[in-house]
């Protein structure tokens, strides 16, 4: 079964400071996309950073970054200089198609992350 | 390019009622997929709609289903509503297929009395 796994419920961080979000997953395809969304208390998803697994350098948005790590299967999102308005749960998610070629996401359970002032 | 319109975005309903969502996608997508997000849970994928037609479907009773119209909005409708159907219900839109990026409302929360 394809899953999606963070292993942080809860992560605060100081303003202006670097926190690192983890994720592991499983999957026997070979070619894929990863996501990280945020949701803040609005309840609106907002992607904040996508890689493709074929592409071996990670990606970057700003203030926002990935390692991605094919063969152990992790995507860590790491956020610099991290603000008060970066405050929001953050999933991340793989979008599977085992055997039908039709894609659903499939989401970790999240990471609440609260940035001290 | 106005994003994903979720209406209403408060429902409050009786057990055994039912009730009807809508999700309006980013104009051009035509692929439109619905979550169920809750507590204990998580985020659920329910299904997943393509052109009018459903194209994947989630692990949830016969009671949840949905539509797409030839407009790409999408309605979902459950049934005989039960106390665990209390959720934020999410709707995504992306242009063909779910493998990359999908763009989400702010959701229905819908409470069931």
């Known amino acids: 079964a394809q899953t999606v796994t963070q292993s942080q419920p809860e992560m605060s961080v100081q303003e202006a400071e670097t926190v690192t979000l983890s994720c592991t997953y499983d999957t026997s395809e070979n070619n894929y996309y990863l996501f990280w969304y945020k949701q803040p208390p609005s309840r609106q998803m907002i992607l904040v950073i996508r890689?493709?697994?074929?592409?071996?350098q990670n990606a970057t948005e700003n203030r926002f970054s990935v390692n991605f790590q094919k063969a152990a299967k992790s995507f860590s999102l790491k956020i610099s200089d991290s603000q008060l308005g970066d405050t929001a749960m953050y999933f991340c998610?793989?979008?599977?198609?085992?055997?039908?070629?039709?894609?659903?996401?499939?989401f970790g359970t999240g990471t609440r992350l609260k940035v001290l002032a | 390019k106005a994003g994903v319109t979720q209406t209403p975005r408060y429902l409050i309903k009786t057990r055994g009622q039912q009730v009807t969502l809508s999700c309006s996608p980013i104009s051009g997508h035509r692929s439109v997929s619905w979550y169920q997000q809750t507590p204990g849970q998580g985020l659920q994928f329910l299904f997943e709609y393509f052109s009018e037609t459903q194209r994947n479907k989630g692990n949830f009773p016969g009671r949840f289903s949905g539509r797409q119209f030839s407009n790409s909005r999408s309605e979902m409708n459950v049934s005989t509503l039960e106390l665990g159907d209390s959720a934020l219900y999410l709707c995504?839109?992306?242009?063909?297929?779910?493998?990359?990026?999908?763009?989400f409302g702010q959701g229905t929360r819908l409470t069931v009395v």
């Open positions: 890689q493709e697994a074929y592409k071996q």
């Open positions: 995504a839109s992306s242009f063909e297929q779910l493998n990359t990026e999908a763009f």
């Open positions: 998610a793989f979008p599977s198609a085992p055997s039908s070629g039709t894609y659903k996401y499939i």
